[in-house]
């Protein structure tokens, strides 16, 4: 089954992929990897702002970081041209969790995404991974995630 039938099928809809929002681009192709740049978490009411381990549970920061994937997902497809099926994998995540000096459940967080990538893309979704602390990020987010994708 072909990817963008994988996400229809499950209801998934991306999102239109965001402009920078400085002096850099949203992603860089080299060769068939893509790197994506950092996308924060945001949804149809804005960004999703927070602090784990203060004013945000690990449910609300997994769902902060699934709209990071969803994110990503639509950086991807832009850079394959508006064709999601290029996708062969998701190479590696980097994900920030804006949170408390003492929370140490970054990965729960950023499970979120990796959580969901799996479950809409199957083995291709499977992938390296980092969930490190960040003591701010920008706007006040929750969660910002980079990645690397190779594409054909």
């Known amino acids: ?26 992603y860089v192709q080299a060769g068939d990897m893509v790197y994506v740049s950092g996308q924060v978490s945001s949804g ?19 769902a902060a970081a699934k709209s990071c994937a969803l994110a990503l ?22 994900g920030f969790v804006n949170s408390t000096p003492d929370f140490k459940d970054q990965p ?15 083995d291709a979704g499977r992938h390296a991974r980092s969930a490190v602390s960040a003591a701010a990020l920008p706007l006040g987010v929750a969660v910002e995630i980079e990645g690397i994708f190779q594409i054909k």
């Open 1 to 26: 089954m072909s990817i963008a039938a994988r996400l229809s099928e499950k209801g998934i809809t991306l999102p239109t992929a965001s402009a920078p929002a400085a002096n850099y681009v949203s």
């Open 44 to 62: 149809p009411d804005g960004f999703i702002t927070g602090k784990l381990g203060d004013d945000m549970d690990i449910a609300a920061g997994a």
């Open 73 to 94: 997902l639509a950086q991807v497809k832009a850079a394959c041209g508006g064709d999601i099926d290029r996708l062969v994998r998701v190479v590696k995540l980097t």
């Open 108 to 122: 729960k967080v950023i499970n979120g995404a990796s959580d969901f990538l799996v479950e809409a893309l199957g």
